[in-house]
């Protein structure tokens, strides 16, 4: 029998507002919306980020994430366990049935009218650290891995609340998007996987131009 597809658990968008004590302007809380979504290069309609330096952009356009890595979240720090709930992290997209472990770089998922392609683990900031008003929360995702995952728009179109995800395309079986996750997070890279990172299919420019940096030096 085959296994029910992956589905949207909820739809969150956020405006940017003051975050902890020093009021840091910030789009990181976000709220469910009940209806459906309109998605385009640039992202959710409605949602917002404070610093486009660093947030948004097409390859940042929507976040996903991985519903069931909150019961993990929620056994590891019960004292926050409030905010450690589908959209409590920031994510646009709370997907259940799918992790970091079942992605590979590149993968391209139909959603609704959307065709999204996963192309970069989220490396989190000071922000994250704020929103929990605790310093280990951001070195806890590092840690743990659960990053969840950047994608880019590749068709624009709406998402509802239930859609499907489904895989349609995965131009990288053989590099994992866990691998990515591990490569962000600090772990040895060899020079043959930065020498399929510099020029891989879905992977973010910015990840392709630090792969090439790094076989330069």
Known sequence: M??????IVSIHVGKVAPLGPEAVPSGFIKHPVSGP????????IGDEQADLSVHGGPDK?????GAANYLDWRQEYPQHSALLVPGGLGENLAIEGLREGDLCVGDI?????????VCQPRRPCFKFALRFND?????????????????RVVE?????PGDAVELVDRPNPGFSFARLVEVASGSEVTRAELEQLQNMAGLAVDWQRRAREMLAR
């Open 109 to 117: 998922h139909s959603i609704g009218t959307t065709r999204l392609q």
């Open 135 to 151: 310093k280990y929360m951001p070195k806890a995702m590092v840690r743990t891995g659960r990053s969840g995952w950047y994608y």
């Open 156 to 160: 624009g179109g709406t998402i509802h």
């Open 37 to 44: 979504v309109t998605v385009t290069a640039t992202g959710v």
């Open 61 to 65: 356009a929507v976040y996903g994430y």
């Open 2 to 7: 085959r296994a029910d597809p992956p589905r």
